[in-house]
């Protein structure tokens, strides 16, 4: 069965210091690889994503994400955060079982940047 | 376009009380999922839907009944609140995976939190 694990259910970390959160899964199949963000009081919406090629995928606004198949991870990284960037992070795996679209979610990591 | 909306936002129950949330995406997405989320449990599958008429069993869904019967709506039932329902209910909506599309991103509602008495 596939699973995520994501290693810190916290991380603070002062403003425009550099942040690593990190993201392991289990899976014996080729996966599709996400993080998504929560903002307080708000749905996820999706900040990056791995489905093949290069394995450093970047977001827009400065996140980027390594996909390494031999440690099967997919950490979550960015050299300078802002406040703004204060909220949960859920790495998630596709579901290989069946054309169903489900996503494995890991437990969420909170960034709290501090001034 | 609205995307993924959710009714209501807060809601608080009394032990034993019925209520129904309901889910609406206005993407033609064909797969339909209600999540909840609790502290340090990160987001726990508990209904989901590939297609108009049709549900299915997720990870947590004992005491929630869910149904489908338009594509665009995806309602989530609870018969008769515990406190342990209490929690942040996501909807989320996604398209039907395809040769030219075969990675699933979901698109999630706001949430509606529930609090159960």
């Known amino acids: 069965a596939q699973s995520v694990t994501q290693l810190d259910s916290q991380v603070p970390v002062f403003e425009e210091a550099p942040v690593e959160l990190r993201c392991n899964y289990s899976s014996s199949v080729s996966v599709y690889l996400f993080w998504y963000v929560q903002y307080p009081n708000q749905g996820l919406q999706l900040l990056l994503k791995y489905l093949s090629g290069s394995t450093l995928v970047e977001s827009i606004n400065g996140f980027e994400a390594e996909f390494n198949k031999s440690q099967t991870s997919f950490h979550l990284r960015k050299p300078s955060v802002h406040i703004s960037d204060t909220a949960e992070y859920f790495c998630a795996v596709s579901d290989s079982s069946g054309n169903t679209g489900k996503l494995i979610f890991g437990q969420g990591t909170t960034l709290q940047v501090k001034p | 376009n609205a995307g993924v909306t959710q009714t209501p936002k807060f809601r608080v129950l009394k032990t034993g009380q019925s209520m129904t949330l309901l889910c609406a995406q206005d993407m033609n997405h064909e797969y339909m999922y209600w999540y909840r989320q609790d502290p340090g449990m990160g987001l726990r599958l508990i209904h989901y839907?590939?297609?108009?008429?049709?549900?299915a069993k997720g990870e947590v869904p004992d005491g929630y009944n869910v149904s489908r019967l338009k594509k665009q709506n995806f309602l989530l039932g609870l018969e008769s609140a515990a406190p342990s329902q209490t929690s942040v209910y996501f909807c989320a909506s996604s398209y039907l995976l395809r040769d030219t599309l075969p990675y699933n991103e979901q698109f999630f509602g706001p949430g509606t939190r529930l609090t159960v008495l």
């Open positions: 839907s590939v297609g108009e008429g049709t549900t």
